[in-house]
């Protein structure tokens, strides 16, 4: 089945630094990829939907500045969160399709467990 | 608009009992309805999906929706729960796309006592 990584699994930086996540899809070429946060006990929200080759498009409430997207490749989408501060700790998930026989399932990454201090 | 609601924050079923977990959704054309299971300090998992066909829908873990197109509702069944599959479940009423959007409602704990 198709996979996709995220890396770092883990990351914690101090505040005011950038950090950047990466999300691959290994076995097959994604168009589109998404990215949610998770807060504690919460449910996923939505942050942006990344389209190789174009700008991604962010939801509302979302800025674009702090969480910079960048779908250079259809297998690579990168979040970097900009000057990140304690309350950007979050888990950030990406998930990416179609999958190769071109259903719309969506396969997700791990995730990545951001602290900042 | 897409939208869903899992009535219920928190489910608890004895090992062994039957489970639901509820989902009722509210789409524009024909819907294509996902589960997905987010295990303790773990990625979300893709369950199941209905698309067309049968209105009862098979996937991973023994699980199993139906999907009932007059209801609007596509709830999450288990004929008899095991205390692993105690995780957060979410609902998600994706339409007609080659990407598209997961949009979740709050999810529902699900939690099996042994």
């Known amino acids: 089945g198709a996979v996709v990584s995220q890396h770092p699994s883990w990351v914690i930086c101090k505040s005011g630094t950038s950090v950047k996540i990466e999300c691959r899809s290994l076995?097959?070429?994604?168009?589109?990829m998404f990215w949610y946060r998770q807060f504690p006990k919460q449910s996923l929200m939505l942050m942006a939907t990344?389209?190789?080759?174009?700008?991604?498009?962010?939801e509302q409430g979302v800025e674009k500045d702090k969480f910079l997207i960048n779908h250079a490749s259809l297998t690579l989408s990168t979040l970097t969160v900009t000057s990140a501060h304690p309350e950007d700790s979050s888990f950030y998930i990406c998930s990416a399709g179609p999958d190769p026989s071109g259903q719309e399932t969506q396969y997700f990454g791990p995730g990545t467990r951001l602290l900042v201090l | 608009a897409q939208s869903v609601a899992q009535p219920e924050d928190q489910v608890n079923v004895a090992e062994g009992n039957p489970l639901t977990v509820k989902c009722t959704y509210s789409v524009s054309g024909n819907p294509y309805l996902f589960w997905y299971v987010q295990y303790p300090n773990r990625g979300l998992q893709f369950l199941l999906k209905?698309?067309?066909?049968?209105?009862l829908v098979k996937g991973s873990y023994g699980f199993e929706a139906e999907f009932n197109k007059s209801q609007t509702s596509f709830h999450l069944k288990k004929p008899s729960a095991l205390v692993s599959d105690s995780a957060l479940y979410f609902c998600d009423p994706a339409g007609y796309s080659s990407a598209s959007k997961i949009i979740f409602g709050s999810g529902t704990r699900l939690s099996i006592r042994p």
């Open positions: 990344s389209n190789e080759g174009s700008k991604a498009t962010y």
């Open positions: 076995d097959f070429q994604a168009t589109t």
């Open positions: 209905y698309i067309t066909g049968d209105n």
